[in-house]
């Protein structure tokens, strides 16, 4: 989510918390890609998501109250003009229905060092979409010079990925899964600035668990026998309360002190993230070809960025 408050200048001097909020949701991020792929690989994919879209809606239900006494969300489903529900369905399909199916099978048969590589790359399509099809923004030779350098250290984590993984093609699924993604952050911008970002995400959500009730149910036929491992299931509660709920609310904490252009910056430091946590618990090795990949894609979109 962006743009969730403006920005108050007279707290200029409490950055740090923008900082350390968005260094904590960063940390949880990484974490997610390493640690989700045990739920990714044990759970059936439908099963996985509609478990997962289900947790994270009963979760944003809870938080309600809370979210209404901070002053967070000052509306009721029932007042909102339909145009603004609508806006929030269409949300809730292309950024919970599409995007964590695709998220959590493309993870079940790829890394997770290529799957946050990929996932860096988010801004750059939302850049292209907001040339060719909302029309918000100008081609520039710079930013697309940039672009290339990361394009370039995709490329090659994804011949590392063919190389180390057993199944190369999930990539394919996680690179669908970051077009959906950046076709909500297109989308999102209006109704965002109208009724915050907080309010937002706790729609999609709740909406998104509504809309994966065939999945889970789906999932339920097809998955022979749940998973007994306790690291399975601490995995899918990563998920829903690391992913989609303490992420998704340290980022608009982050928003609340720093810019939209500061907090962008800290998606870029998670293919590095991503690759040395899984290195150091032994999921993938540290190849030369991550390393150099991870700094490529990195580098190229903190060039795209300034």
């Not at 269409?90 to 946050?116: D, E, K, M, S």
């Not at 180390?164 to 999102?188: C, D, K, P, R, T």
């Not at 070809?289 to 060039?303: D, F, H, I, R, S």
Request: aromatic share 14%; glycine share 8%; with cysteine.
């Amino acid at each position: 989510m962006r743009q969730a408050f403006m920005i108050d200048t007279s707290r200029s001097a409490d950055s740090w918390i923008g900082h350390l909020a968005l260094a904590g949701q960063t940390a949880i991020i990484c974490g997610g890609y390493v640690v989700g792929r045990e739920a990714a690989r044990t759970f059936d994919p439908l099963l996985l998501t509609g478990l997962r879209a289900w947790g994270s809606a009963l979760v944003y239900l809870a938080l309600l109250p809370t979210f209404r006494r901070q002053g967070w969300i000052t509306y009721h489903w029932q007042q909102l003009p339909y145009p603004f529900r609508y806006r929030l369905w269409i949300l809730a399909i292309i950024g919970v229905l599409f995007n964590q199916l695709l998220f959590n099978w493309g993870l079940r048969y790829t890394t997770a060092a290529t799957t946050a590589l990929i996932y860096a790359l988010t801004p750059s399509v939302v850049f292209w979409l907001g040339i060719w099809v909302f029309r918000k923004e100008i081609f520039q030779w710079r930013k697309a010079s940039a672009l290339l350098i990361a394009y370039a250290g995709v490329i090659l984590a994804l011949w590392h990925n063919l190389l180390h993984s057993e199944h190369g093609w999930g990539w394919l699924l996680i690179l669908s899964a970051v077009g959906f993604w950046a076709w909500y952050l297109n989308y999102s911008p209006p109704i965002i600035n109208r009724i915050g970002a907080i309010g937002v995400t706790a729609a999609v959500m709740i909406l998104g668990g509504i809309l994966h009730t065939p999945s889970l149910v789906a999932g339920l036929l097809m998955q022979k026998n749940l998973p007994t491992s306790p690291f399975a299931w601490s995995s899918l509660l990563y998920l829903i309360l690391g992913m989609s709920v303490a992420a998704y609310l340290l980022l608009n904490a982050g928003l609340r002190y720093l810019s939209p252009t500061q907090t962008a910056l800290y998606i870029s430091f998670q293919p590095l993230g991503t690759a040395a946590l899984a290195a150091l618990l032994g999921q993938e090795p540290l190849t030369w070809q991550l390393a150099v990949a991870a700094a490529l894609t990195t580098g190229g979109m903190l060039l795209f960025r300034k």
